[in-house]
């Protein structure tokens, strides 16, 4: 699990670096071309190199092995920085969208059409950075590098929201004077939108939310199929890190020896931990089928 750890922080700090690359890019190109909504999104890129530094110093912790204090592991870190990344989404957000408002009353000139370059290679690079973090994600079953990853999608929405509305100023300074600012206002409400549902996802696992339904079907059937096992009773599993730890009531015949049943335990949790490669632990608790 620990190799798991490294992949997702070298993809952290490969996504630091060309977010750092984009957020220079675009500021620089947004002030000198006048781009409200390309400033905009220059600051949502720099929020990404904080981002993605929480979350290589997150996946540094989670890869911690157990210890004394920690039993389970220290993978809670992972999932306790999607939830940072979560808030400062929302605080970049709030922040983006504030002072494109109040830049809104002030006199303003029609934006430089070279602004729009900024904003397509952004477009490319984190389009490609947010499919190959998703990816990853789902693959090391990550919270927050999947979170980083969301936070790299939504780049695209904001991206594509700030080059639309700078096109429509490009197009009639006149009629559409303000859009550009106003995209600069629409891509601060995206990535508020974006961090709330990060904070939300990353929450329910840090209060233990359970699986669903199809995975605890698959913690059944596999205990089933170990010889012995009567019936499966409880099931709870809780996320720590980028795997679950589980408890598992298990039925067998009460007329069994403790030894015998014991054997049972220990195929059934070798089992689970073979057949599913989301499961980092399991504790089975052996109870008689007859009663």
């Known amino acids: 699990m620990r190799a798991s750890y490294q992949i997702a922080r070298r993809a952290a700090l490969m996504g630091m ?23 905009a999104d220059g600051f949502e890129s ?10 290589s110093l997150g996946l540094t912790l989670a890869a911690k092995p157990a210890d004394e204090d920690h039993p389970y592991g220290h993978g809670r870190f992972e999932i306790l920085t999607g939830l940072l990344i979560g808030l400062l989404l929302v605080a970049t957000g709030v922040g983006i969208t504030t002072a494109s408002w109040m830049a809104m009353a002030g006199e303003s000139t029609p934006p430089s059409s070279f602004a729009a370059w900024a904003l397509v290679i952004s477009l490319i690079a984190k389009g ?9 994600a789902k693959r090391i079953r990550s ?5 980083d990853g969301k936070n790299d999608l939504v ?22 004077r303000h859009a550009d600012s106003i995209g600069a206002v629409l891509v601060g409400l995206i990535v508020v939108f974006l961090g709330l549902q990060v904070i939300l996802e990353t929450s329910g696992q840090l209060v233990d939310t359970m699986p669903a339904g199809g995975q605890l079907q698959e913690l059944r059937a596999a205990a089933m199929r170990v010889p012995g096992v009567a019936g499966i009773e409880k099931v709870h599993a809780r996320k720590t890190g980028l795997r679950w730890h589980v408890d598992m009531h298990v039925h067998v015949d009460s007329n069994m020896s403790v030894r015998d ?4 335990a ?10 599913l490669d989301w499961i980092e632990n399991v504790l089975i608790h052996i109870e008689p089928a007859n009663e």
């Open 143 to 147: 919270s927050a590098l999947a979170a």
């Open 46 to 55: 720099a929020a990404d190199v904080a981002a993605s530094g929480l979350l």
């Open 266 to 275: 220990g195929k059934v949790k070798s089992a689970l931990r073979e057949e």
């Open 128 to 136: 490609s950075m947010s499919y190959q973090k998703i990816r990853l």
């Open 17 to 39: 670096a060309v977010s750092a690359l984009l957020a220079v890019l675009k500021i620089v190109a947004g002030s000198r071309a006048g781009s409200a909504a390309t400033v």
């Open 155 to 176: 780049d695209l929405i904001s991206g594509g929201t700030a080059l639309a509305c700078l096109g429509l100023t490009l197009l009639d300074p006149v009629r559409f």
């Open 261 to 264: 049943s014991h054997m049972i």
